[in-house]
């Protein structure tokens, strides 16, 4: 699934203490492409995934990923587009601390309008995928780092999604339990022939796992946009 963003633009606060975190980016990832973004902390690498993903909107400028031009689309649709196309990895976990392994997982596939039954099971296969089918029962409080990673990939993953957005997906984790986490995330996008864009601060995980690289310095990108490194 292609991504194309044009001169998108993305800036916070009120006039006078306007803080711009995206001036200006345009770049294309073709459909099955791997891409990593680069960057100093507060070079624009997370903001951009967030546009892409849907999770906020540009102050101006274009942004369209398969045929959906999110600037068009309603918040329902937005919703919809969230669950259904994109997939999610953040280095934060992001799990509801309250719910089950499983129960965390089937989150997404609510927004879906699939059975419950349906739900758990394709829930309890995500996990099973992961290596977690011993820990279905499980909260977070109640799983290690890595374990809990591994949760939330197999949140991200369970509908199938046709874009994955890793943000530092492997930056609470230690080097063998990165490779496993980057691994899954890998083998989905092979299997699915997704597009991922992955944010890392890692130039070695970067050249190892995506096809090319991408550097955005203070909102603008500096290379990569259209090379292929």
Excluded: W
Excluded at 52 to 64: A, I, M, Q, T
Aim: glycine share 10%.
């Amino acid at each position: 699934m292609t991504i194309r963003a044009v001169d998108v633009r993305k800036a916070y606060g009120a006039k006078g203490a306007l803080v711009e975190a995206l001036r200006g980016v345009s770049i294309e990832v073709a459909g099955g492409e791997r891409v990593a973004l680069l960057g100093k902390s507060g070079s624009g690498k997370s903001t951009l995934l967030n546009l892409l993903g849907g999770l906020d909107r540009p102050s101006s400028g274009g942004l369209h990923v398969g045929g959906s031009d999110l600037h068009r689309l309603s918040g329902r649709e937005m919703a919809r587009f969230r669950s259904t196309t994109v997939g999610f990895v953040f280095q934060s976990f992001n799990l509801i601390a309250s719910r089950t392994a499983v129960e965390n997982v089937e989150l997404p596939m609510v927004f879906t309008g699939r059975p419950r039954r349906e739900r758990l099971a394709a829930a309890r296969g995500a996990l099973e995928s992961v290596g977690l089918g011993a820990r279905l029962d499980h909260r977070p409080d109640q799983l290690s780092g890595g374990e809990s990673q591994r949760v939330a990939v197999a949140r991200a993953l369970v509908n199938r999604p046709r874009v994955v957005l890793a943000d530092e997906p492997t930056g609470n984790l230690d080097s063998q339990t990165a490779r496993q986490v980057m691994a899954l995330i890998l083998d989905h996008v092979r299997e699915h022939a997704a597009t991922l864009v992955l944010v890392t601060h890692d130039e070695e995980l970067a050249a190892a796992c995506t096809d090319r690289v991408v550097r955005l310095v203070d909102g603008r990108i500096a290379s990569g946009a259209l090379d292929r490194e």
